[in-house]
């Protein structure tokens, strides 16, 4: 089992910037893919970013020039740096890391919450 666990989230006015941080452990396969995602009002998630073992990136359309994602592959963590926030930005985001080679399984944080005043 991979554990991941976040952190950075916080109360920042608009304008403002965050950085959040997941770091992966546990887990016997490697992992391809670890990114951020945005709980959306029904519930669904939204991808923010992800970045992969070989460092491509893609952003969601609205962070794009504003977010930056990286990752620190020795220690199995990423980081999205969130610049230029806006309320609309608000909302709790779960790291997510696919992990395996041939198939691969989904494994999600516990979601932190990030809120942006006025």
């Known amino acids: 089992q991979v554990q991941l666990v976040e952190s950075g989230g916080g109360l920042v006015q608009a304008g403002g910037s965050l950085r959040l941080s997941c770091a992966a452990s546990?887990?016997?396969?490697?992992?391809?893919?670890m990114g951020w995602y945005r709980q959306g009002p029904e519930n669904e998630r939204v991808l923010v970013a992800h970045?992969?073992?070989?460092?491509?990136?893609n952003y969601g359309d609205s962070v794009k020039g504003r977010f930056t994602i990286s990752r620190d592959g020795a220690k199995n963590t990423v980081f999205l740096q969130m610049n230029s926030l806006k309320t609309e930005d608000t909302g709790v985001y779960f790291c997510?890391?696919?992990?395996?080679?041939?198939?691969?399984?989904?494994?999600w944080g516990q979601g932190t919450l990030v809120t942006v005043s006025s």
């Open positions: 546990g887990g016997r396969f490697p992992i391809e893919r």
């Open positions: 970045i992969t073992s070989n460092n491509d990136i």
């Open positions: 997510n890391a696919k992990v395996g080679s041939m198939v691969l399984w989904d494994y």
